[in-house]
């Protein structure tokens, strides 16, 4: 089995699409979503994309789509883009967010029992970075007892070991930091491989049509801050680091 995991798509529908016309998606036995779906600049055309693709995608809930939820039903919430975004959602689209599960376990032959979640199996919101240490790694997985472990949240690609345990994190489809394009693994259950993939796709274009179709407010500042600049992954694991305590 092949296995597609998006993660961080944040309503970037022209990144989405790039990535699900790559053959390698398209061939895909199963997609597999770790969350944050939606909160973004076009999140209604998004979840219509990924809906439209029927019992073949896997979902899971992340902070981003919990906080959509909530401003949709009248909550606060300190972004104004996810503001602007859950105040969009039609009501059956509400409903979907907030019935997703915060984890999906799939039994992947050679990768072993996979555990997907959005940020680490204790909260959807908590950063874990590739160069976090072997004692954080040790308090975050306390308890997980799956061979694989594949999650997102920080919009930065990364394989590694935890104690003879593999982590895999796609990076982002729609914000990703480090490297432009829009990132995704593949996981092929019949040998045990992983593979990080980037899928480029024209930034300026995909700017102007955000900029054209969306309505939000601010989104030409927006799309220059997320699309059209690539945030650098050193500034990243350094501010998250700090996030993280160090």
């Known amino acids: 089995m092949r296995i597609a995991v998006l993660s961080d798509i944040h309503g970037v529908l022209p990144a989405l699409e790039a990535v699900l016309a790559d053959p390698d998606v398209a061939a895909a036995d199963l997609l597999v979503l770790t ?20 019992e073949r995608v896997l979902w899971v809930n992340g902070n981003a789509d919990r906080e959509l939820v909530e401003v949709a039903r009248g909550g606060p919430c300190e972004y104004e883009i996810s503001r602007w975004a859950g105040e969009r959602l039609r009501p059956d689209q509400v409903d979907l967010l907030a019935a997703l599960p915060d984890r999906q376990v799939l039994d992947l032959g050679r990768l072993g029992t996979t555990l997907f979640v959005h940020a ?20 975050v997985l306390d308890g997980v007892t799956a061979d694989t472990v594949v999650l997102g949240n920080t919009h930065m690609p990364f394989v590694r070991l ?16 480090g490297t432009s394009g ?6 092929d259950s019949g040998i ?53 305590g160090r």
């Open 35 to 54: 969350g944050d779906i939606a909160a973004g600049p076009q999140p209604v055309e998004t979840l219509d994309l990924l809906t439209g693709l029927g």
């Open 120 to 139: 680490t199996p204790r909260r959807d919101d908590e950063m874990i970075l590739v160069d976090s240490a072997l004692a954080r790694w040790a308090e």
């Open 162 to 177: 935890v104690d003879r345990r593999l982590v895999v994190n796609p990076g982002s489809v729609g914000m990703p930091y």
């Open 182 to 187: 829009a990132h995704w693994a593949l996981l």
């Open 192 to 244: 045990g491989a992983v593979t990080l993939r980037r899928t480029p796709f024209d930034a300026a274009a995909a700017a102007s049509r955000l900029v054209a179709e969306s309505g939000f407010d601010d989104i030409e500042q927006w799309v220059a801050e997320f699309v059209t600049a690539t945030y650098s992954d050193t500034e990243a694991l350094d501010d998250f680091a700090k996030a993280e």
